[in-house]
């Protein structure tokens, strides 16, 4: 039995065909998004690599800075803790001046990274110098060293004295970075704490590194324009810096660029915003040996995208206009297909109903039965069939004409398409004024529907002068079968004619079923 609620129709393909433009275009933007989802891929990972080169390339840099400075200042406390461990003999500090200045100073003193190394009592005062000229490495003049001391002539005052004065734990001192007002150079001081024997605060060696050796170290760095090069304390002192801000160095707090790393950290790397210029950066840092410096190496983040910036952009345009391109001529394409569809379709349509009724023409039925009877036999289920045919039409058309005759077939047409379609059956015209109906799975409810469509008609009442009952009305024949393999559906167009013709025979306006059906319409 065929589902309830289902209809007998012959297939035209029009829901199948139309869906293949809507299929290809979502197919379409399927390959787009795949597209577009491995360019974001892409993207992403390129931008990653950007990142993980800068990062290399910033760590390189600063790392080798490091070590550079390291190296110096290594050079330089090792000249300090000679001056200390020398001045604290006795015998050393008894010789004549000009003989004391061979044994404490070393040649490494006079390099081109160093400024003079100064010899301070417990009081400030300056004890010894390494410079031949006696000069004051803070820009006054140096008195003689046997000359009496002046009250002016101290270094208490001075910061990198008086760490080392109050503790005995600083080992080798880095001070804020100082402006000589001789040379207008400047320079970082650093110091180491003399002690007695019990102990005691004995005074200070102090000495500097020249910013300009440190500088002329950055200025050989070949970084792009907007590259940072940066030294700093962990107290978030900036002693160095490339490019210059203001007007020198050691008086701009560096909190924010080392105030992202912590006093553990040997090395690393972060982003963030500069509090001194602004401008977001992506930070590499190295500590300088073992001393409380950090040396840094940054560049704009806005530098470390540029080049995927620009590859992204250029590669995203390209495929924006190719999406758009292919969309657009999908469009069309699509257009041009549903257009062609609606064509077949229309074509289809004509081609499958009958012109004048606009029911199915005899070609559809055809199809249907042979489509139903195959069915009915792989399920071994019964199909009906009602034949129908107008009478006295005939003699209608030489008293109305054909035109009155058509429209007579319209209507007639209309009330049987009406009645089959409801009980999911399927109307024709079969040739002439005669009409078919197709019933799946029909036995008993043939006869019922066949009488239904003979009083549909009657209770139209068009007048017809050559019926004798003086309005149109229609016979019917009904016959049904439970086909079986290697039978014709034949058999079952003929057993209904014969029905429809003992109808007409039998005075027509009325339905004559097959003997194997009379007993179920009977009942």
Not at 98 to 123: I, K, T, W
Not at 193 to 199: F, I, K, P, Q
Not at 370 to 377: D, F, H, N, T, V
Not at 383 to 399: P, Q
């Amino acid at each position: 039995m065929r589902p309830a609620g289902t209809s007998l129709k012959a297939p035209t393909g029009r829901s199948a065909r139309r869906a293949h433009p809507d299929r290809a275009f979502a197919l379409q933007l399927g390959f787009l998004l795949g597209m577009w989802i491995l360019f974001a891929i892409d993207a992403t990972s390129a931008r990653d690599q950007a990142r993980e080169d800068a990062i290399h390339s910033l760590s390189n840099v600063a790392a080798s800075l490091a070590i550079d400075l390291s190296h110096a200042l290594e050079l330089l406390d090792r000249s300090l803790q000679g001056v200390v461990n020398e001045w604290q003999n006795d015998e050393i500090r008894a010789l004549k001046p000009s003989l004391r200045h061979l044994v404490l100073f070393d040649p490494s003193m006079s390099a081109e990274a160093f400024g003079p190394v100064v010899v301070l009592d417990p009081y400030g005062s300056i004890l010894a110098r390494s410079d031949e000229e006696e000069r004051d490495p803070y820009g006054s003049a140096a008195k003689p060293l046997d000359r009496p001391q002046q009250a002016n002539d101290t270094y208490a005052d001075r910061w990198e004295f008086k760490i080392q004065a109050e503790s005995a734990t600083h080992g080798l001192y880095v001070g804020q970075g100082f402006l000589n007002t001789e040379d207008g150079q400047w320079s970082i001081p650093v110091s180491r704490r003399m002690t007695t024997l019990d102990g005691a605060f004995a005074g200070v060696v102090a000495g500097t590194l020249k910013m300009a050796y440190v500088q002329g170290v950055y200025d050989r760095i070949g970084l792009r324009s907007g590259a940072l090069l940066a030294l700093g304390t962990d107290d978030g002192l900036l002693l160095a810096r490339r490019p210059i801000l203001g007007t020198g160095f050691g008086n701009a707090p560096a909190k924010s660029i080392n105030g992202q790393i912590g006093h553990s950290k040997s090395e690393g790397v972060y982003q963030a915003r500069s509090k001194l210029d602004g401008v977001e950066k992506l930070y590499s840092f190295h500590r300088v040996g073992n001393l409380p410096l950090v040396q840094y190496a940054g560049m704009p983040t806005a530098d470390v995208y540029a080049d995927w910036r620009e590859r992204t952009s250029m590669m995203g345009g390209l495929l924006a206009v190719l999406s758009v391109g292919i969309l657009l001529l999908q469009l069309m394409l699509g257009r041009e297909l549903r257009s062609r569809i609606a064509a077949e379709t229309m074509l289809e349509e004509l081609a499958s109903r009958d012109p004048l009724t606009g029911i199915a023409n005899r070609r559809v039925f055809d199809a249907a039965l042979e489509r139903e009877w195959q069915l009915a036999i792989r399920r071994r289920s019964a199909i009906g069939l009602l034949m129908i045919d107008v009478d006295h039409f005939k003699g209608y058309n030489d008293l109305y004409g054909h035109l009155g005759g058509d429209e007579v077939l319209k209507i007639v047409a209309t009330r049987i398409g009406v009645v089959s379609e409801r009980l999911g059956g399927l109307a024709c015209r079969f040739g002439g004024e005669e009409f078919a109906v197709l019933l799946p799975a029909m036995i008993a409810s043939g006869g019922h529907i066949a009488q239904d469509l003979v009083r549909e008609v009657r209770d139209c009442a068009l007048p017809s002068a050559a019926s004798p009952s003086g309005f149109i009305t229609i016979s019917v024949g009904v016959a049904a079968a439970v086909p079986r393999a290697g039978e014709s559906s034949d058999a079952l167009i003929g057993s209904a004619d014969r029905q429809l013709y003992l109808a007409k025979s039998s005075g027509r306006d009325r339905c004559c079923v097959a003997p194997a059906l009379a007993r179920d319409v009977a009942a």
